[in-house]
């Protein structure tokens, strides 16, 4: 169990039960000379709210299993669709290749101006224009002849590859000799390339690449290939159902553990780990386990595992072991920790009734506070796990000025930092030299947010606040600008918090100034 956890779950348990133990027994036992009375009701107590943590305990154990089998089910059934969707790709372009058209382009050498068989190429073509209709997920569809060194595409034909390259299919990152070395020249069997930048037409697209090498009976003759451009939003709408936790992740990756496609909600410094995972996990063998369990950037996470079978891709999806208010293995230690608080506060009840001087004086907040030298001790824990445990026990005005003092750092720290795609609570407690546990339980009583939902809300207000000021500014570069690691994401997120994508409101600021 986590250290962020641990502390949360013995303030809860000592707030919700433990001190009310030390007040029933009080007004249970009147006379100083009733010890019997006093230790038979104290027992019955005792064993009164055993019997109700074990209740509580099978409860919330049952609502987190319940909730894990039904994300289990859920990535089952996106791994069914996933897997259909990618066969029927494949099935397609496998029903190309065979095509009499397509097969005489590869093998026809270059055509003579003016020559009939230029009808090769338009009979190629209308297949590949008809294939392309056929699926909502291909954004464009090419075959390359090695023997002409034309690329064939549904509207179009590339005579001349690298001077019609940079104007009509540019890939990221990649000029036309590299784009030959990485696209054309190896031997490709069913391959899912993963997703990349393109420029189709001086249009930015994200994509994902499949790619077969031509004949399909001889690969190794190597004559042609036939190249798929997918829309990523297509996968982005099948695997949205994922996303019902917060921070839950995604990827499709090769059976070598490369990544291919990764989608995450959370903080954009989990992908890094995310894929190392995988690649490791995928050299351990691990890729043919159903589930296993690991921590990723400093949160527990239940990874499901289904290979997408024909395909040779395997989708990964990661679900926060985040329960209500502990987590499952929490069940072996917070029974005993639970009894332990019952026997400490029965104690206190007895000292506090028998000894003379705190008979009739010590209220219930007082006992509290007389209990708080030992606890300032802990440091994991800190003083406002306390507070939030404690609510009316009375802040100094020292501490609120303190509190005032801290609330202003941490703002000023997020102003600082809040570009940074990496930034977490881990990095920020880290930064601070104080513990996760203490700066979540800050936020939740002093900002009164999580800090998670505070970074979103203040990278989208500042993405507001620039649209507002620059409409030129482009959206994949306010993204990064504003702490995105990818546009998909901060896109998601803008409309999920105005409901405008970052265009439409570009669109509607652009309108409303008059300049239309």
């Known amino acids: 169990m986590s250290g962020a956890n641990w502390p949360a779950l013995c303030v809860h348990f000592y707030s919700k039960y433990a001190i009310i133990l030390p007040i029933v027994v009080q007004r249970t036992v009147p006379g100083a000379k009733q010890n019997k009375r006093f230790f038979s009701t104290a027992a019955a107590i005792c064993i009164f709210f055993a019997l109700l943590f074990g209740a509580e305990y099978a409860l919330v154990y ?26 029927e790709i494949q099935r397609l372009s496998h029903i190309l290749m065979i095509n009499a058209d397509v097969q005489l382009f590869v093998t026809q050498g270059p055509v003579e101006q003016g020559s009939s068989d230029i009808q090769v190429i338009i009979d190629a073509q209308r297949q590949l224009s008809y294939t392309k209709s056929v699926h909502p997920a291909i954004a464009a569809l090419y075959v390359y002849s090695k023997k002409s060194d034309y690329l064939l595409e549904a509207d179009n034909a590339f005579f001349d590859i690298d001077t019609m390259y940079s104007s009509l299919f540019e890939f990221e990152g990649l000029n036309s000799g590299q784009w030959r070395t990485r696209y054309l020249r190896p031997v490709y069997v069913n391959a899912w390339l993963g997703e990349t930048g393109v420029a189709l037409n001086s249009v930015n697209r994200r994509i994902i690449v499949y790619e077969q090498t031509l004949p399909l009976q001889n690969v190794s003759a190597n004559t042609g290939k036939l190249i798929m451009l997918l829309k990523t939003t297509y996968f982005d709408s099948l695997t949205e159902p994922l996303f019902s936790l917060p921070e839950s992740w995604m990827c499709i990756a090769g059976s070598d553990g490369r990544p291919l496609f990764f989608r995450s909600h959370a903080e954009n410094a989990l992908q890094n780990d995310a894929e190392k995972l995988i690649g490791s996990s ?7 386990v159903p589930a296993f369990t690991k921590k990723i950037a400093g949160r527990t996470y239940r990874i499901i595992v289904h290979p997408l079978n024909s395909t040779g891709t395997v989708l990964f999806s990661g679900i926060p072991v985040v329960p209500l208010f502990f987590t499952a293995d929490a069940l072996w230690f917070v029974f005993p920790a639970a009894v332990f608080a019952l026997c400490t506060a029965a104690l206190i009840a007895f000292l506090l009734r028998f000894r003379a001087p705190f008979a009739h004086s010590e209220s219930r907040s007082q006992v509290l506070i007389e209990g708080k030298s030992a606890e300032a001790s802990d440091k994991t824990s800190g003083s406002f796990e306390r507070i939030a445990a404690v609510q009316d026990v009375s802040v100094s005005p020292a501490v609120r000025e303190k509190d005032a003092a801290t609330v202003k750092r941490i703002l000023s720290y997020i102003e600082e930092n809040y570009p940074k795609s990496f930034l977490n609570l881990s990095q920020m407690a880290k930064d601070f030299g104080i513990t996760e546990s203490f700066l ?26 620039i649209i507002e000021t620059d409409i030129k500014e482009p959206v994949n570069s306010l993204a990064e600008k504003c702490g995105y690691a990818n546009a998909q994401t901060f896109r998601r997120a803008f409309k999920k918090k105005y409901g405008l994508t970052p265009s439409e409101f570009k669109q509607k600021v652009f309108a409303e100034s008059g300049e239309l």
């Open 440 to 465: 979540y339980y800050f936020f939740r009583t002093r900002i009164h947010k999580s800090f998670a939902q505070y970074l979103e809300d203040f990278r989208l207000e500042k993405a507001h606040n």
């Open 282 to 288: 995928a050299k351990q063998g691990e890729n043919s």
């Open 62 to 87: 049952a609502k987190m299993r319940g909730m894990m089998n039904e994300a289990e089910s859920t990535v089952l059934k996106t791994a069914q669709s996933l897997n259909f969707a990618m066969n």
